[in-house]
């Protein structure tokens, strides 16, 4: 049976097509900022348009220094990616108000910042998607303890309508959970800093960084 190889070239065009092993290692992630970290992620960095998730018992271990220098290049009118103009970075139910001088250290734009603060879990949900899908935000940082496979589902959709990054901070008894998530890494408190266990990422392997933060 003859191939009609411009039916599969126009197949294998459609950015819903898994390639396996070559899509696996497409350098198309935004670049954390950490060659340590970027060598272990499929697309050399965080993966776009998607749904990262980071499990970290404890806050203040290094969970928003390992974001800073994403969301610092995402903030920024010359951010190399695929915006216009800089994209708004939402924060959703953080449990701390954000500290704008070590924000702005790292090169964040504040005018770039906005705050959420939803009044129950149900609303958190709707306020996330609600952002990550409008187009306009690049990123969406929450803190829930309430997600579900079902909720990271409703992310991750989200996240590719509005071409947007949705990062979600959960506790480590969330390992247990399925979740529809393309990156969960787990942060633990290490000898000399944070190691970074990377858990689950679409298309790339389990790994541990000691001591990345």
């Not at 997600?147 to 409703?154: E, G, N, P």
């Not at 990054?165 to 990156?183: C, E, G, N, T, Y």
Request: hydrophobic share 40%.
């Amino acid at each position: 049976m003859q191939r009609d190889s411009s039916s599969l070239d126009k197949l294998l065009e459609n950015p819903r097509v898994w390639r396996g092993h070559n899509q696996a290692h497409a350098p198309n992630g935004l670049a954390s900022g950490y060659e340590a970290l970027d060598r272990h992620l499929p697309g050399g960095g965080w993966p776009q348009n998607a749904l990262t998730e980071i499990l970290v018992e404890h806050y203040g271990i290094g969970e928003l220094r390992l974001l800073m220098p994403a969301l610092a290049t995402l903030s920024t009118a010359d951010n190399g990616m695929d915006y216009n103009e800089p994209g708004w970075i939402a924060w959703v139910s953080p449990p701390f108000q954000p500290y704008p001088p070590a924000l702005q250290q790292w090169g964040v734009d504040l005018s770039r910042m906005l705050i959420v603060r939803p009044r129950d879990a149900s609303e958190m949900l709707w306020s996330a998607e609600q952002a990550l899908s409008s187009g306009t935000c690049a990123a969406v940082l929450l803190w829930s303890d309430t997600l579900d496979d079902q909720a990271s589902r409703r992310l991750q959709l989200a996240a590719e309508k509005g071409n947007s990054w949705a990062i979600a901070f959960r506790p480590p008894a969330a390992r247990r959970q399925p979740s529809a998530a393309a990156l969960r890494i787990e942060l633990l408190p290490g000898q000399e800093g944070t190691r970074v266990s990377i858990l689950k990422s679409r298309g790339g392997r389990p790994a541990v960084l000691h001591d990345l933060l």
